[in-house]
């Protein structure tokens, strides 16, 4: 069950249903409120639905952390890897999981080659 309630000058949406989790977000209008309500209780019926809060949440540089603790050090070609770790961890770190589209990492491809062989991009 959706609630949708005003709050200030935004609309803050939460999604309530037995067997996923509370779903909370705030919208400019309500509108895109009722919309995302609509769309992800839909989903949830239909067995579509992701939870995406912790993708949200945690950025690259976190992700590569743990593979650094975890799996780099039991891989042969770690020095290799950990170049192209802290290249990544460089240029796209910063950004959420769920903000790394595929034209993101496209315009990273690209600005290497710029940069380096294409031999090194592949």
Known sequence: MATIRKRSNSY???????????????????????????ETEANMERGLFQD???AEK?????????????ILPKLRGR???EARLKMLSRELGHY???QIQPFTVSQL????????????VI
């Open 12 to 38: 803050h949406a939460q999604i309530r249903k037995v067997g996923f989790p509370t779903i909370t977000k705030s919208f400019p209008n309500k509108k895109s409120a009722l919309t995302f309500t609509k």
């Open 96 to 98: 959420p999981l769920t």
């Open 79 to 81: 020095r290799a890897e």
């Open 58 to 70: 945690t950025t690259l540089n976190e992700l590569i952390a743990l593979y650094s603790k975890n």
């Open 109 to 120: 491809r690209d600005k290497r080659l710029c940069m380096v062989k294409p031999a090194t």
């Open 52 to 54: 995406a809060s912790l």
